[in-house]
Structure formats: structure tokens, C-alpha cells
């Protein structure tokens, strides 16, 4: 008699050997793709004109003119459509909720880490099968940095992530990212309206330079028996191997954080930058790139009235005149920020936002570039995407017309070779 038992035990080890063998097999075999016949911008040279890109693994394997397509490829018609990289919005929010923002009993957290509250689940998708943030896909963005929150002076660390993936794990690119600092008037008004400290500037950055300086000392302290998360965080800082990310919208906060970052060493991104052609000799100088909030809209502080001295009015031209000082110029949404506008300029209103600047002095070839490879670079993953180069992650878009054009919309979006988003 079949001992029932043993059977089973050698059933189920008999279906996972065979799971693991389909796996390995269709990993290996995967059918690769072909999109051809479209307007190729590679972004890093000329454009392609009925160009054909290669698809294999997830990875660019090929891209140009006249080139092999493996006989078993899949063919993408991509006749009169334009073909390129996915989008990269620099600084949102999205998938986080608002009540996860923005650790109020502490104002200065680098420890904290906006990835464990990164939720792309709920109104963002049904928790099941494949993960995909819709609304950013339907204006072909593929990647995003996400932040903690600007309502504190030192929210935590901030992360890249893509926007669809098949597990929540494939679609952290770097965790942790960046720290995030926000300098101006916000985080003290909140702090007076909620009766804690710091509520002026000086107090605030005080603040700041003592959580540096305790980091240093940190640092120098060989084999400490006592770990401290928040000054593991800010050694990553201090050792450069990640940057900062200071929200600086006044003159006189971007000279703070310019001066942080040179009494500290560290690497200094500027987020929001609204006054920062007041010292755009001296940002170019330093190579400090620039992450730009929406040309459209004047404020990205989340406030219905900021503080008008750190907002000038609306300003169309200074991504140009960054760009022409050699400022490496990216954009971001700040869709926290953007109340009811979040969901139209997180998505399909990003693009058509920085093309606003081609009429202001921004040649098109760099709105393109700042919204792709620039931002890519700025955020240290030019590696992987930001532009149309063999080995790097197949993230494509394919648009029906002039990308910088208002009646352009975005056709098909592919995320690691794989297609996420289709126009209906």
C-alpha cells in the first residue's frame, strides 16, 4: 500500500522542482522585442528617424539603424510615433500618505526613511498581482524620487523608486537616496503653531549644524560598542556616499545651504530654487544642480499664502538661464504640495510643465534632457535609465506626436522591458 503521506511530500517537492524549472527556462527564454519604425531621441545622440530598439531580458541590447532583430522577437509597429526614455519626476510625494509625512515630535529625523511608508497600494492599486502607479504612468513617468515631507527641518531619507514592478522589492532603484532638508519659513510656522522648537531661522540651522557636528564626532569614534541610527544616517552624508537634498526657495536659504554643504563637505542638491539665479555664478561654480517645482505654479510649499519674500512671482525663464550658466537643471512636481492640481501635474502634466520653458530660452533639446538623463544624473542612476543606451533598463515611453507638444499624449509605457501602461 502507497504511503499517503510520503506521496504528498513527494508530490508537492516534484511541483516545486518543476516551478523552478519553468521559472529558469522562461527566464532564460524570454522573448525579446523589437520596436521599430518609430522617431528614436536617445537623448545622449542624434535622433533616430524609423529607428528600431532591441529589447532582451528587460535590458537595451540594441539601438539604431539597420540592425539584426532576432528572428523570434516580438515586432512593435511603432511607424509615426516618437520613442523615448521614460520620464524621471525629481521630488514628490506620491504614494505616500499625507499622515505619513513629516514626523512632527522631532524636527530633525535623518533617521527615518519615507520607504517604509511608500504605499503604492490602496487608491495607488488593490494590493494584488502586478504593482502600478497609473496616474504617473499615463504621463510616461518611470521613475520617481520620493521625499518625507518639507514641514520639518530634517525629515528623514528620501528614495528612488520606478513606477510598476512586479514585487514591491523590483521597484526600489536606491534606498536610502538623499537626506531631506527643508530651510525657510514653513517648518517654523508649525513648529510655533504646534508650541515647539525651533520657530526662527537661526535657531533652526543651529539645530542643523549641531546634528552635523554630533555626526562628526560619531564618526571619528573607532568601533563604538552603541549603534545610533540617526548618525549612521548622517555619516552616509558626510562620507558622500549620498547627497542632501535642501529645499531652498529665498536668497538667503540657498546661501545657507550652500554654506552647510561647504562647511561640512557634503554634496548638495537644491530642491524648489526659486531665488537661485541670485547666486547662479557661484551654483555653477560648485557644480550644485538644481531640482526646479513646477514652472506653472509658484509655490511648492503646500501653503494656501507662503511667505512671499521666499516665492517670486512666477519666473518661466530661470530654468533657461540655469542651463545656460552649464547648472545641471531637473524637474519635480512637489505633488504634496499641489492640493487639488497633484494628480494632473504628478502625471501628464510634467512634461507639458517643463516644456513651458522652450518659449523662456531653454533650448528643447535640454527640457528633454532635464526631465530624462539630467535627472537621472542628479539623482545618481544615470547608470540604469535616463536615456536610450545599450544595457540599460528598458524603460520606454511611446508617444503619438512632438513630445514638448500640448496635444501630445503618451501611447505605451515599457518598465524594464515589460509593458505597463497602454492608452485607452
Known amino acids: 500500500m502507497i504511503n499517503t503521506q510520503i506521496f504528498k511530500h513527494q508530490l508537492i517537492h516534484l511541483m516545486r522542482v518543476s516551478f523552478l524549472l519553468f521559472f529558469t527556462f522562461s527566464t532564460l527564454f524570454a522573448q525579446s522585442i523589437a520596436i521599430k519604425g518609430g522617431r528614436i531621441i536617445t537623448i545622449t545622440g542624434p535622433v533616430i528617424e524609423k529607428g528600431t530598439i532591441i529589447i532582451d531580458g528587460g535590458i537595451i541590447k540594441d539601438v539604431g539603424l539597420n540592425i539584426n532583430i532576432p528572428h523570434d522577437a516580438k515586432i512593435i509597429n511603432a511607424s509615426g510615433k516618437v520613442i523615448m526614455p521614460g520620464l524621471i519626476d525629481a521630488m514628490t510625494y506620491y504614494g505616500i500618505d499625507p499622515k505619513d509625512l513629516n514626523e512632527s515630535i522631532k524636527t530633525i529625523s535623518p533617521e527615518l526613511r519615507i520607504i517604509e511608508a511608500y504605499y503604492p497600494f490602496g487608491k ?53 537616496a538623499a537626506i531631506d532638508i527643508t530651510l525657510g519659513s514653513k517648518p517654523g510656522k508649525l513648529n510655533r503653531k504646534e508650541n515647539r522648537t525651533p520657530v526662527t531661522k537661526m535657531a533652526a540651522v543651529s539645530q542643523l549644524r549641531d546634528t552635523f557636528i554630533k555626526a562628526q564626532e560619531y564618526q571619528n569614534i573607532k568601533d563604538n560598542p552603541v549603534r545610533d541610527l540617526s548618525m549612521e544616517a548622517m555619516n552616509l552624508l558626510l562620507e558622500r556616499k549620498i547627497p542632501a537634498r535642501i529645499q531652498a526657495n529665498g536668497p538667503g536659504d540657498i546661501r545657507t545651504a550652500m554654506n552647510l554643504a561647504d562647511e561640512f563637505n557634503f554634496d548638495l542638491i537644491i530642491d524648489g530654487g526659486a531665488s537661485s539665479d541670485t547666486y547662479i555664478d557661484e551654483l555653477a561654480d560648485k557644480s550644485i544642480s538644481i531640482v526646479l517645482g513646477p514652472v506653472s505654479h509658484p509655490y511648492i510649499s503646500g501653503e494656501e499664502i507662503p511667505d512671499l519674500s521666499e516665492y517670486p512671482t512666477v519666473d518661466e525663464g530661470l530654468a533657461g538661464r540655469l542651463h545656460k550658466a552649464g547648472i545641471k537643471v531637473a524637474f ?17 502634466w510634467l512634461l507639458i510643465d517643463a516644456a513651458i520653458t522652450t518659449g523662456y530660452g531653454m533650448p528643447e533639446d535640454a527640457v528633454l534632457r532635464s526631465i530624462t538623463l539630467s535627472a537621472a544624473e542628479i539623482l545618481d542612476v544615470d547608470d540604469r535609465v535616463g536615456s536610450l543606451e545599450v544595457g540599460k533598463d528598458a524603460d520606454i515611453i511611446i508617444l503619438d506626436g512632438d513630445p514638448l507638444s500640448i496635444k501630445t499624449w503618451v501611447e505605451r509605457v515599457y518598465i524594464s522591458g515589460k509593458l505597463v501602461y497602454t492608452k485607452k
Open 124 to 176: 495607488f492599486g488593490d494590493g494584488t498581482g502586478e504593482i502600478k502607479a497609473n496616474d504617473l504612468l499615463s504621463g510616461g513617468i518611470t521613475t520617481i524620487y520620493i521625499a518625507p515631507g518639507d514641514a520639518t527641518i530634517l525629515g528623514g531619507q528620501g528614495a528612488i523608486v520606478k513606477t510598476a514592478a512586479s514585487t514591491f522589492d523590483k521597484m526600489v532603484v536606491r534606498a536610502p
Open 332 to 348: 519635480g512636481s512637489f505633488s504634496y504640495g499641489l492640493g487639488s492640481l497633484a494628480k494632473g501635474i504628478t502625471g501628464k
